[in-house]
């Protein structure tokens, strides 16, 4: 399967704590992009790299949100002392420069207790 | 303010029958415009696109329109068929849009129901 990739599917965790999620886009891919998805909402976007460079960020993306792209591979998004309302669907969409198809993963559902 | 809507939190055809899922947008700065569909526990996939510089795309059973000067666009599915049941979404997307290089902005979607 070389579609894009993201790990954990699922993750469960305490108010408080701290999570990172993964993203492997299709390989030849150099865009990645992060969206969140709540309950009834379409995709929000997050932030995006173009290869290992983040070149923006939704103002959704607070000061305990960090994303990564250190080798212009995967990606890792970090919560730090995550809130109920973090509890959602965070996914991860990859594509080409120049194209505006983005290709999604399955995502990682977070709930926050 | 949402600048791409979605009305129809859903929609029930019978199998067979033309499917229309519709769309308005805001933003005269969107160049491109997207429809993808999503199945439970699956992230969405993508189905099939327009630009703005055309009023029509069509992909075997899946034809997109584009009314610019509305800003609307819809999603025909004909025939529709039982395994078309899912949620679509609407998205856009601008060459320029605050320093934006192509970020998607969706709809709340439509659940699509077809029947046998």
């Known amino acids: 399967d070389t579609g894009v990739s993201q790990d954990p599917r699922h993750k469960i965790t305490k108010r408080g704590q701290n999570v990172t999620f993964r993203c492997d886009p299709i390989?030849?891919?150099?865009?990645l992009y992060w969206y969140r998805q709540t309950l009834g909402q379409g995709p929000e976007f997050l932030t995006y790299f173009q290869n290992e460079a983040q070149l923006e960020k939704s103002r959704l993306l607070s000061d305990r949100f960090s994303a990564e792209r250190p080798k212009g591979s995967f990606s890792t998004l970090e919560i730090q002392r995550t809130e109920q309302g973090d509890s959602a669907m965070y996914l991860c969409?990859?594509?080409?420069?120049?194209?505006?198809?983005?290709?999604f993963g399955a995502g990682t559902r977070l709930s926050v207790l | 303010d949402q600048q791409v809507k979605q009305n129809s939190p859903s929609l029930s055809v019978q199998e067979g029958r033309i499917s229309i899922l519709n769309c308005d947008y805001t933003?005269?700065?969107?160049?491109?415009f997207l429809w993808y569909k999503k199945y439970p526990a699956e992230g969405p996939t993508f189905l099939i696109s327009?630009?703005?510089?055309?009023d029509k795309n069509e992909d075997g059973r899946f034809t997109v329109f584009l009314n610019k000067s509305a800003k609307h666009l819809s999603l025909h599915i004909v025939p529709s068929q039982p395994g078309d049941s899912a949620v679509y979404f609407c998205a856009a997307s601008a060459s320029q849009y605050g320093g934006s290089q192509g970020n998607l902005i969706f709809g709340k979607g439509t659940k699509l129901s077809v029947k046998p």
């Open positions: 933003n005269s700065m969107f160049d491109y």
């Open positions: 327009i630009s703005s510089i055309k």
């Open positions: 969409a990859s594509s080409l420069t120049g194209s505006k198809i983005q290709y």
């Open positions: 390989s030849e891919h150099n865009r």
